[in-house]
Each structure stands twice: as structure tokens, then as C-alpha cells.
Nanobody, 114 residues
Framework: QVQVVESGGGLVQAGGSLSLACLASGIIFQFKTMGWYRQAPGKQRELVASILKRGTTTYVDSVKGRFTISRDNAKNTVRLQMNSLKPEDTAVYYC????????WGQGTQVTVSS
């Protein structure tokens, strides 16, 4: 099965940090542009960070300078380091390729208290 499993969410105070991890199945991972998405209650899912197979990264303006996406192709893993968290970062976070190749996982809940 082509799937991803996200982990690492939790409850943190504003200004704190969390590190998310995503394990993807299959050798094709190394060829995929991967992304971290989030969906807050009542809002559409949005792409917050992406990383090309060789490591070039892009970020949505709201997380620039605070979030860092990275990948390890040997371990089929993509990570999201989140610093200086804000209450508006509260959401369920998902990973997937930009072409949505993988079956969507359950995501991991990130809750930032003020």
C-alpha cells in the first residue's frame, strides 16, 4: 500500500517548538516532491512547506522563518521542525507528495495554546 504515517504532534504553548515526522512507503519516495499540509477546523487543507527530491524548499508566507522542512531519502522520511509556534498554527498536519500520490494518512494534531 502506498501510504504515509505522520507523528510528533502535541500540545504546546505559544512560542514553543514541535518536530513532526512522516514515514512514507515505497522506493518512489526519493523521486517525489513532498509537502506538509495542514487543516484547521472549518478551513481547507493548505500546503505549508514543500521539498524537492534534491532538497530545495518552499514555504507559505505565514510560516517562513519559523518552520523548516527536511527529508532523508534513505529512510523515506520527511520532517517539519516548527519553532515560535502561534495559536493560528493549530491544525491537523498531514504529509503527502505534491501530486497526492500517497493515500492520505490520519495526520497529527498540533495544538498551540495562547
Amino acid at each position: 500500500q502506498v501510504q504515509v504515517v505522520e507523528s510528533g504532534g502535541g500540545l504546546v504553548q505559544a512560542g514553543g517548538s514541535l518536530s513532526l515526522a512522516c514515514l512514507a512507503s515505497g522506493i518512489i519516495f526519493q523521486f517525489k516532491t513532498m509537502g506538509w499540509y495542514r487543516q484547521a477546523p472549518g478551513k481547507q487543507r493548505e500546503l505549508v512547506a514543500s521539498i524537492l527530491k534534491r532538497g530545495t524548499t518552499t514555504y507559505v508566507d505565514s510560516v517562513k522563518g519559523r518552520f523548516t522542512i527536511s527529508r532523508d531519502n534513505a529512510k523515506n522520511t520527511v520532517r517539519l521542525q516548527m519553532n515560535s509556534l502561534k495559536p493560528e498554527d493549530t491544525a491537523v498536519y498531514y504529509c503527502n507528495s505534491l501530486d497526492h500520490y500517497y493515500r492520505w494518512g490520519q495526520g497529527t494534531q498540533v495544538t498551540v495554546s495562547s
